[in-house]
Every structure is written in C-alpha cells, then in structure tokens.
T-cell receptor
Framework: SQKIEQNSEALNIQEGKTATLTCNYTNYSPAYLQWYRQDPGRGPVFLLLIRENEKEKRKERLKVTFDTTLKQSLFHITASQPADSATYLCARFSGGGADGLTFGKGTHLIIQP | NAGVTQTPKFQVLKTGQSMTLQCAQDMNHEYMSWYRQDPGMGLRLIHYSVGAGITDQGEVPNGYNVSRSTTEDFPLRLLSAAPSQTSVYFC????????????FGPGTRLTVL
C-alpha cells in the first residue's frame, strides 16, 4: 500500500524564521502531492498541490518542492508568524482502485513569538 | 456558498445503536468522500462517490454504509455502532475526483460508549 510519512513530533520555530516540514512517501511516485493545514477542532484546508513534473511551487509565503529521487516533498513557510501555528498534512492519491487520498499523520508546527 | 456542511457536530451513541451522519455541499461537486481521523493516525478514507448513484469503498469501509441519491448530499450510516468507531468524521468534496483539491467540512465528533 502507498504510505506517507511525516515527522509526528512538534516543530518549534522562532517567529520570522523559515519553517520546513518534510513528507516522505513509499513505492511509486504519486502524480500529485497535496498539502493541507488543520487547526484544532476544524477540518483540513487545502494549501498547495504539486505535480510530479513540477519541482517547485509557490503561493505567497508558502513553497513546496517535490523530489522524486528522494521520494520526498518539502513544505516551507517563510517569514513565519504565530498565526501559522497549526498541523500540516501531506497527502497523495491513494491509487489501487480507491479514488481518494492517503494522508500522513501531520506535523504540528508551533511558531514562537 | 456554505461549502461543505456536516451535522451533527457532536454525537454520543451506545454500542449497537445506529445513526446517520449528514453531509451536504453547495458547490455542485461530483466527487464526495468520508474520512475518519483518529489520534496518532492520518485521515483514512471510508467511502467515496464520483457522482449521484455511484459509491465505492475506501480503506476502512467496514461498519459503514453510504448512498448518493443527489449531487448535494452524501450521508454516512453506522448500522450498529461499536466503540472502535469513536472518531472524528470528515466529509469532503471536490470538482474532479479524489486526486484533486479537497474541500472539507467541519467534522462530526462521535463517541460510542
């Protein structure tokens, strides 16, 4: 089965610094990887989608990379702010006949003032 | 647009009881799905639907039924609740399938005693 691995330990970053979150996947490269933000007690909110042939994608202070050699995606938040504190989820298309997403467990990001 | 709505927000059941979790979307999305989220685990796909009248199983379908009679609604039924079904349930929808950007509802927190 296709797996997504994220560092489940909390990541503490000083305000203003760049936060970098890691997502590793197993088996074949997915055509897409997606990143979501989830706040406590709320549903995930879509942030970015990166395709296999897109090495990098940006949206305002967010940047996602996709390295098929390392089987890894990195998610960067530049000039981080306390409001960026949340859990960030990485997801790939499940495949195998199931039309849905396989999610990682998420990384809890804490931006300290 | 209200987006994806879910009811109820909270529910407590006794083992063996049945109930239906409601999900509706007003974005005219063809694809809808149900996920459950448990502590220490990623979101897991329960069932999904690619259009009215079409449903299929995801990763963890046992103990759940779904139907899709309209584009807007995708209810999830628990036929005989078990403590293992204690979880937070999220409904999601998207324009073009499970690989695409997903819009999630606010979730239903279910406790089975």
């Amino acid at each position: 089965s296709q797996k997504i691995e994220q560092n489940s330990e909390a990541l503490n970053i000083q305000e203003g610094k760049t936060a970098t979150l890691t997502c590793n996947y197993t088996n074949y490269s997915p055509a897409y990887l997606q990143w979501y933000r989830q706040d406590p007690g709320r549903g995930p909110v879509f942030l970015l989608l990166i395709r296999e042939n897109e090495k990098e994608k940006r949206k305002e202070r967010l940047k996602v990379t996709f390295d098929t050699t390392l089987k890894q995606s990195l998610f960067h938040i530049t000039a981080s702010q306390p409001a960026d504190s949340a859990t960030y989820l990485c997801a790939r298309f499940s495949g195998g006949g199931a039309d849905g997403l396989t999610f990682g467990k998420g990384t809890h990001l804490i931006i300290q003032p | 647009n209200a987006g994806v709505t879910q009811t109820p927000k909270f529910q407590v059941l006794k083992t063996g009881q049945s109930m239906t979790l409601q999900c509706a979307q007003d974005m005219n999305h063809e694809y809808m799905s149900w996920y459950r989220q448990d502590p220490g685990m990623g979101l897991r796909l329960i069932h999904y639907s690619v259009g009215a009248g079409i449903t299929d199983q995801g990763e963890v379908p046992n103990g759940y039924n779904v139907s899709r009679s309209t584009t807007e609604d995708f209810p999830l039924r628990l036929l005989s609740a078990a403590p293992s079904q204690t979880s937070v349930y999220f409904c999601a929808s998207s324009q073009r399938g499970g690989y695409n950007e997903q819009f999630f509802g606010p979730g239903t927190r279910l406790t089975v005693l």
